[in-house]
């Protein structure tokens, strides 16, 4: 599946608009499946996009301590700092 995504992904793009709840966008440094000009747009519409430092496209089974300290406030509900 992937190599597949990794072929279409830049030409059928995802449908950019706000999220209906408050939702995080947790990407992996260089994501192939979405471009920063898009990342940029979908927090300019009240995504909270955060983008893991040296992290690769599955970075919460890379580091999965790393992960859940990276998005804690969302698993705890508390604003991020």
Avoid: C, Y
């Avoid at 979405?34 to 009240?46: D, I, M, N, Q």
């Avoid at 995504?47 to 919460?60: E, I, N």
Wanted: hydrophobic share 50%; charged share 20%.
């Amino acid at each position: 599946m992937m190599p597949q995504l990794q072929k279409t992904a830049p030409d059928d793009p995802f449908l950019v608009r706000a999220p209906e709840v408050p939702s995080t966008l947790v990407l992996a440094e260089n994501s192939f499946a979405v471009s920063v000009e898009t990342a940029s747009e979908l927090a300019a519409l009240g995504w909270d996009v955060r983008v893991k430092p040296g992290a690769v496209h599955v970075l919460h089974l890379q580091d999965p301590a790393g992960f859940a300290a990276f998005i804690d406030d969302v698993l705890v509900d508390r604003p991020a700092t």
